[in-house]
């Protein structure tokens, strides 16, 4: 089975400020899909990012990008310009190609942006 | 767009008591997900839906944990009879099915159990 690990529980970040959140992942795959989800307090998930394994350059979505290293098996998200609606929950999650498609979680990093 | 639709969003029983959330997903996904969020941790897959059949329920506690999806459209998550260690939100989401690799999943908001 994969793992997420997310080693980092809690973070802060000051408004306007960069941050990166960590993220690695065990797998013996080599097709696979990584994404980013943000969770506020209403605890609905919402996808901040994707990447598939295949693709070399690195998904962004404006003041969201990663660094995907796929042989350190790293999956990083940096946020730039961190704004106060970022506090929240980010959850790394990883997909599996062709076994039904279910994300396989981390525990999450914690977000306060603070004024 | 209508998202994913899930009810009720808080419930309170006690242990030993029966509960049921209903999701309606968003229109035209073939894959229905229901997940549990343990306060503290990462959602966790109970029981995956292609259509009306079962792609995976190795992680859903069948002594006490039931699903189903009639007619491939909503589903229905029971728990009888509930414990203290079932308290969780419960998060439905949905795809656009298994046969589009890698599509997104999206996520309702929810259905918070306590149990007491």
């Known amino acids: 089975a994969q793992t997420v690990t997310q080693s980092q529980p809690e973070m802060s970040v000051q408004e306007a400020e960069t941050v990166t959140l960590s993220c690695t992942y065990d797998?013996?795959?080599?097709?696979?899909?990584l994404f980013w989800y943000k969770q506020p307090p209403s605890r609905q998930m919402i996808l901040v990012i994707r990447q598939e394994a295949y693709k070399q350059q690195n998904a962004t979505e404006n003041r969201f990008s990663v660094n995907f290293q796929k042989a350190a098996k790293s999956f990083s998200l940096k946020i730039s310009d961190s704004q106060l609606g970022d506090t929240a929950m980010y959850f790394c999650a990883f997909m599996k190609h062709g076994s039904g498609y279910a994300l396989n979680f981390g525990k999450g990093t914690s977000l306060l942006v603070t004024p | 767009e209508a998202g994913v639709a899930q009810s009720p969003r808080y419930k309170i029983i006690e242990k030993r008591q029966s509960v049921a959330f209903w999701c309606n997903p968003i229109?035209?996904?073939?894959?229905l997900y229901w997940y549990q969020q343990i306060l503290g941790q990462g959602p966790k897959l109970l029981i995956q839906f292609q259509n009306n059949g079962v792609v995976d329920d190795s992680q859903l506690p069948k002594d006490r944990f039931s699903a189903e999806r009639l007619k491939g459209v909503d589903s229905t998550l029971k728990i009888q009879p509930a414990k203290l260690e079932d308290s969780a939100v419960y998060l439905c989401?949905?795809?656009?099915?298994?046969?589009?690799?890698?599509?997104?999943?999206?996520f309702g908001e929810g259905s918070w159990l306590t149990v007491v």
């Open positions: 229109s035209g996904h073939a894959t």
């Open positions: 797998t013996s795959e080599n097709n696979y899909y």
């Open positions: 989401a949905s795809s656009l099915g298994i046969r589009t690799a890698g599509n997104t999943i999206y």
